[in-house]
């Protein structure tokens, strides 16, 4: 009798594991993405793409009437690029730090990054590209800031350089045209980090205004497996009065929000979030949203609003009750990791209003979905349509190998696109030939 | 000399199991409380339960070869090997994120398991009797 049910329990759960449909990417595109029913996994669906690099004369792709070509190569993990005014473009050269192993699955999914290329060592610096003569390669390139602590954001206002280490921001007195800053950073405010750190990511941006800086703090997990007091103060985009440090939670319940920007035409900050994981291959859509101020986007509770999750425990109706939906999905397990609008950009019509958004791609899908760079039309500060393909060919032609992954995405000040590619270690850069250019970089 | 009474596999079977046993309690700590360190304990005790329970199948490998086993004991080895297979089962559940790890389905098996390694445990923790030199076996 026993056996019998043990049998029947075996069947039941071997079929929860079989492989299921796949939606369309399009069909989660927008305000109001196709959400199937959760699915519990005995082994989530994955496909983990073996990392190959780039071969010689190897490039993404990108539409016609647009060029792409490697603007610099031989990076240490490159996550974030940033233009300075006088043109010069700082590389965030950074990893993680260690993962903790707290369970057998730990283990496994280090074997895994490693097999995608995304454990290697960042370099914990920040390089200095300059093109003196504008040719679309740069002439100098210097270690411009050194031995920090697995940086990624970072922000120029006035004559502070603010940069985002895992743990805390600091200030850098920058002197325009320097090309090392050796001083010491001081730093503003703490940020949370460890223990674990899961999601150590820390993006930044500032007010339009400059009084204000504005910080994206993951999650400590995938969906509070670490335990809820690990959480406290994450899964939240942050506010820093940059005159004092002081801060607060701006908006929370966003699981990792690895990019910030405000939009131009109407000073409204908006933000790029990754979803949850192993509850389906078409669930949790990641999305772009505008971060409204003490609004509650569901996390580790709810997503797309009330569509409760019952793995985080115990449970709080009341705060499921409070969740808003995000503005605008990207299709599930795209990863978005860059986010810049492209209102100063000169790769012509197509690309006059809107947003260019790296995504990095996960392994939580099978087929993958994301590993491009993608541009969302905006209208009157709003998304006006599908997103559209912008630069691809990150993956192999057999969708199993990947060449490239983007990260961070910045204008140039020529108006082009440069892309941080942590996996060909690469600053790629699509540019539309013909288009009037700015002029080199002056000193 | 005097003959062995002693088989290799007994008590790895018996040391697994009890890490087994263990992961229920574990289990139902975590259901009454959702502290993520029952949830983690429970997935180390499962995994170290099945490391020992491979070592105890190789060791009753060696009894055989040794010629030290005599007769099997089918039903104890039946219920030995379910419970080792429901325990990988119950490995790929505990490794899910948060409450599904474990409610309902992990401590479903975890009980499952539980009960059948006590009538194991009841019967002698021996897949075998053990063969006496004189030729004789011994239960």
């Known amino acids: 009798m026993t056996r019998n049910a043990c049998l029947a329990l075996l069947g039941l759960l071997a079929l929860s594991a079989c492989s299921e449909v796949v939606a369309p990417p399009d069909t989660q595109y927008g305000s109001n993405p196709v959400l199937p029913a959760p699915t519990q996994y005995l082994i989530p669906p994955m496909r983990v793409p073996l990392m190959t690099g780039w071969g010689a004369g190897e490039a993404p792709t990108v539409p016609a009437g647009l060029r792409i070509q490697a603007f610099a190569t031989g990076f240490m993990h490159p996550r974030t690029v940033y233009t300075l005014p006088n043109g010069d473009v700082l590389v965030v050269e950074s990893n993680g730090p260690k993962a903790p192993i707290y369970r057998p699955k730990d283990y496994i999914a280090g074997l895994v990054k490693g097999r995608a290329g995304a454990g290697a060592p960042g370099g914990n610096r920040i390089m200095l590209l300059r093109d003196v003569d504008g040719d679309g390669k740069p002439d100098l390139r210097t270690t411009f800031l050194d031995h920090l602590n697995s940086p990624y954001g970072v922000v120029l206002v006035g004559d502070q350089l603010y940069v985002a280490n895992t743990d805390a921001i600091l200030s850098f007195r920058y002197i325009p045209g320097e090309t090392r800053i050796t001083e010491p950073g001081v730093v503003l405010t703490d940020l949370p980090a460890a223990p674990i750190n899961h999601h150590w990511t820390k993006s930044l941006t500032a007010s339009p205004d400059g009084s204000r800086l504005y910080v994206g703090v993951g999650s400590n997990s995938n969906v509070t497996e670490n335990g809820i007091a690990v959480e406290q103060d994450r899964a939240a985009v942050w506010e820093v009065d940059r005159a004092t440090g002081f801060k607060r939670i701006l908006a929370s319940g966003l699981r990792n929000p690895t990019g910030l920007a405000f939009e131009p035409t109407t000073g409204k900050l908006w933000a790029i979030v990754n979803e949850r994981d192993e509850i389906g291959p078409d669930l949790v859509p990641d999305y772009l949203t505008s971060v409204r101020e003490g609004a509650f986007y569901g996390w580790p509770y709810s997503y797309f609003g009330n569509h409760v999750d019952v793995r985080a425990q115990p449970q709080r109706p009341d705060l499921v009750a409070q969740a808003i939906a995000p503005d605008y999905a990207l299709s599930s397990h795209v990863a978005p990791l860059g986010l810049v609008f492209s209102q100063a950009a000169r790769l012509g019509e197509n690309y006059r209003d809107g947003v260019f958004i790296g995504e990095h791609g996960s392994w939580d899908r099978n087929p993958l979905n994301g590993y491009k760079v993608v541009y969302v039309p905006f209208r009157d500060g709003r998304p006006s349509g599908p997103p559209q393909n912008v630069v691809t060919g990150f993956l192999g032609p057999d969708g199993k190998t990947v060449r490239g992954r983007p990260v961070g995405v910045a204008l140039d000040h020529t108006g082009a696109l440069l892309i941080a590619d942590d996996v060909g270690n690469t600053v790629w850069r699509a540019s539309m030939p013909g288009a009037a250019t700015a002029g080199p970089a002056t000193q | ?139």
């Open chain 2, 1 to 139: 000399m005097t003959p062995s009474t002693r088989l290799f596999h007994a008590p790895l079977v018996a040391s697994g199991a009890t890490l087994l046993i263990a992961a229920l309690v574990t289990d139902v700590l975590y259901w009454r409380t959702a502290l993520t360190q029952w949830e983690n304990f429970s997935i180390w005790l499962i995994t170290g339960g099945l490391l020992l329970a491979a070592v105890a199948a190789l060791a009753l490998l060696l009894d055989l070869a040794l010629r030290r086993a005599g007769r099997m004991h089918w039903l104890d080895f039946a219920l030995l090997t379910v419970a080792a297979l429901l325990s990988v089962l119950n490995a790929f559940i505990h490794s899910r994120d948060g409450y599904t790890a474990v409610v309902p389905q992990g401590l479903a098996l975890s009980a499952i398991v539980a009960v059948l390694l006590l009538a194991a445990g009841w019967r002698g923790w021996s897949l075998c009797a053990v063969r006496l030199r004189s030729g004789g076996t011994q239960a």
